[in-house]
DNA sequence: AAATAAATGAGAATTATTCTCATTTACTGT
DNA sequence: ACAGTAAATGAGAATAATTCTCATTTATTT
C-alpha cells in the first residue's frame, strides 16, 4: 500500500525522496500548524537543514504550504491539503502555540459582505484574507 | 514651540535625541504603514542601521508601534498614537504596498461576536485581533 | 559647568535563509 | 532488473536580517 505522502507527492509531479516523504510525514501528523523550529529538530537528524528549506519551498510550489509569521515573529508552517479548508489561526502570545480556527459560516458572509463594501471605496481588488487571533491558550491563562 | 516628535517622546518619558526624532519624523511625515526597508533608506545617511532596530524597539516598548510581516515576508512597522485607532492592512501581493483600512462598525462588531463565541468553544482567551486583507491595488490590477 | 547616566555609530557576532558543488538518489527507456 | 541521465541531497560557504559590543558622544542631574 502506497503511503499517503507518497500519493501527495506523486499526485502532484514531484518526484519521491526520503528527505520530502520525512516531511510530509510530520506535517501530516502534526495536523495544523507547526512552528519550523519544532519542525527542524523534529527532523534534524533525518534532513539536512538547506534540504527543509527547499522542501519546504517545493511544497509551497505545489500549493499544499502555507508559510506564515506569528506575532512573536516564528515562522509557521502548515499543511493545506484541499482548496476548500479555508480557516484562521489563533496563537497564544505566551507559548507561541499556534492552532486552526473555523469561523461560523454566518461570520464568513458577514466578512465576505464587508469585504466587497470595502472594494467599493479603496482601490485594492481583495483575492484572500487572513484573520489572526491573538490571545492565551488555557495552559498559559 | 515644540516638535510633534518630541512632544511625543517626552510624554512617553523617553530622552529626546536626534535619531528617535528622525525615526519618528518619518513615521508621522508617511501616515500609514511602511516598510521597514522604505524607512532604512530613508533615514541611511542620519541613523546608523544598528541605531534604527534600537529607536524602533523603544517605540514599540512605549507602545506607539506596530510590526508585523506582509505575506511577502517584508517587515513593516506602523505608529499608533492613540488606543483608539483600531484597523486592519491591505497588501498589494504585486508591489508589496500595505495600506490602513478601517471596517465598518457594523462588521466590527459582528468580528467581535463572533470572537465572543470562539472564546466559548476554544480553549484560548482571545485579547485582539488582525484581519489582513491581501490582493492587488489599482496600480497592480 | 562638571559629573553621571544614557544613547549612538561602526562594525563584529548571531541567526535565518539561500546558494554551491561534489556525491547520491530517483526516473526513463530498454 | 539495469545503465544512463536528470534531479535531489548533504555539508558547509555565502548572504541577509537583526542583535550585540564597546569606545565615543550626547543628554540629564546637580
Request: proline share 2%; aromatic share 4%; glycine share 2%.
Amino acid at each position: 500500500m502506497v503511503k499517503n505522502s507518497e500519493k501527495i507527492l506523486a499526485d502532484h509531479n514531484v518526484s519521491i525522496t526520503n528527505p520530502r516523504v520525512f516531511v510530509l510525514e510530520v506535517l501530516l501528523e502534526n495536523k495544523g500548524p507547526i512552528t519550523l523550529d519544532e519542525l527542524q529538530s523534529t527532523l534534524k537528524n533525518r534532513v539536512a537543514k538547506s534540504t527543509l528549506y527547499r522542501v519546504l519551498n517545493d511544497l509551497k510550489k505545489i500549493n499544499i504550504l502555507n508559510e506564515f509569521t506569528s506575532p512573536e515573529n516564528q515562522t509557521v508552517v502548515e499543511l493545506s491539503l484541499s482548496e476548500n479548508d479555508h480557516h484562521h489561526h489563533v496563537f497564544c502570545t505566551n507559548c507561541g502555540e499556534v492552532e486552526d480556527v473555523t469561523l461560523s459560516e454566518v461570520f464568513e458572509k458577514q466578512l465576505s459582505d464587508e469585504i466587497t463594501n470595502i472594494h467599493k471605496t479603496s482601490k485594492y481588488r481583495i483575492k484572500e484574507h487572513t484573520l489572526e487571533l491573538i490571545g492565551l491558550c488555557s495552559d498559559c491563562d
